[in-house]
Nanobody, 122 residues
């Protein structure tokens, strides 16, 4: 059974950093792009960043460019989202997702993790 499990979310102060993890099971991460999405209260879900099978990355929007980075460890079947200089507007539930395609962007993912809460507040 294909499964994605996201973790690592917590409460962090503005300017702080967090690293989220997305562990895949039931399929091989090596050949698939993985994307991170987020959904803030009262807002639509939006794409954050994507990493292709080759390791190429793609930012979905400029507001996170330079602050967020994605990486993958195929040996651990895990994708990471490193978030730096966090802002209150980054508060959201963060999801990892895949559509079992090799390249970014992942637009209409068929498989989603359960989400992990990130709260940026002083």
């Amino acid at each position: 059974q294909l499964q994605l499990v996201a973790s690592g979310g917590s409460l962090v102060q503005p300017g702080g950093s967090l690293r989220l993890s997305c562990v895949a099971s039931g399929f091989t991460l090596d050949y698939n792009a993985i994307a991170w999405f987020r959904q803030a209260p009262g807002k639509m879900r939006e794409g954050v960043i994507c990493i292709s099978e080759s390791g190429d990355t793609m930012d979905y929007r400029d507001s996170m460019k330079g602050r967020f980075a994605v990486s993958r460890d195929n040996a651990k079947n895990t994708v990471y989202l490193q978030m730096n200089n966090l802002k209150p507007e980054d508060t959201a539930v963060y999801y990892c997702a895949t559509d079992l395609i090799p390249n970014c962007p992942v637009e209409r993912a068929a498989y989603w993790g359960q989400g992990t809460q990130v709260t940026v507040s002083s």
